[in-house]
């Protein structure tokens, strides 16, 4: 298994990339995505499960609405995984995350996931070590048996900078917009930096890698948004999915009377 140092990973937009034209070819992306998106509702056969985790402030919610923002909403689900209910934790821990794997034929987010249980769990200590990586295993499986049912599984860690977090934060406090997001919680979790970057790097090296992580430099929202824009797309490409054609009887009076009346417009 690959080892990880995401010290050693930039969390900037790579050389030669430019906002302009990165946001240019961003919109391009965008209305195939809104075709493919059709296309795999339309056809039914296949689902795909978006996992978009990082630290806080990492900009989940903002790539949600950037890159989802040319999609059907009858298509799409998102889900967003907080502390959980009483009801949830009589069950196992992945209980409340197969309520919510995608259908066939739509798209599931998961804004934060099942991963959550071995990240603030394993860094508030309310699991230990041997614990997590039983989780890894049941997590391997877990998505294993999505995928075996024709579910496509993007996982993209949103790598961000201490720094621009902590600009994030910032804005947190003096946006009007923005301070709802706004808790003291926030400055526990980041002093914590160290500790969460080890259960990622961790995640990252024993979690499915069959079904690799997309490690996304997110210091800069219009890269991070453009990647997993394209990662979309790319994927429901490779589907080669085709809209389904309907049985029509040519000789019915009912379509033969709807030809003489249309047939001639251009459509």
Request: charged fraction near 30%.
């Amino acid at each position: 298994m690959a080892k990880y140092d995401l010290l050693s990973i930039s969390t900037e937009a790579p050389d030669g990339f430019k906002k302009k034209k990165t946001r240019a070819k961003m919109k391009a992306y965008g209305e195939r995505l809104r075709e493919l998106q059709n296309m795999l509702y339309a056809e039914g056969k296949w689902s795909v499960l978006v996992v978009l985790q990082g630290m806080d402030a990492s900009g989940k919610d903002g790539a949600t609405r950037k890159v989802f923002d040319y999609v059907n909403p009858q298509g799409i689900q998102v889900k967003s995984f907080k502390k959980p209910t009483p009801e949830e934790m009589a069950h196992d821990y992945l209980w409340r995350v197969h309520q919510h794997t995608p259908k066939k034929g739509m798209i599931q987010v998961f804004n934060r996931s099942h991963y959550e249980e071995v990240l603030i769990t394993r860094v508030e200590g309310w699991v230990d070590d041997e614990t997590a990586h039983r989780r890894f295993a049941h997590i391997n499986a877990f998505e294993q048996l999505l995928q075996d049912h024709g579910t496509k599984i993007l996982k993209f860690y949103l790598h961000i900078s201490e720094e621009a977090q902590q600009e994030s934060f910032y804005d947190r406090i003096v946006d009007p917009r923005k301070q709802w997001k706004y808790g003291p919680e926030d400055f526990d979790k980041a002093k914590k930096w160290p500790l969460y970057r080890k259960a990622y790097e961790d995640v990252l090296e024993h979690c499915s890698p069959e079904i690799p992580w997309i490690i996304v430099p997110s210091d800069n929202n219009w890269y991070k948004e453009y990647i997993i824009m394209k990662t979309v797309v790319e994927t429901l490409e490779s589907l080669n999915m085709k809209y389904p054609k309907a049985e029509v009887d040519f000789n019915s009076e009912e379509v033969q009377a709807l030809m003489d009346k249309f047939g001639n417009k251009d459509h």
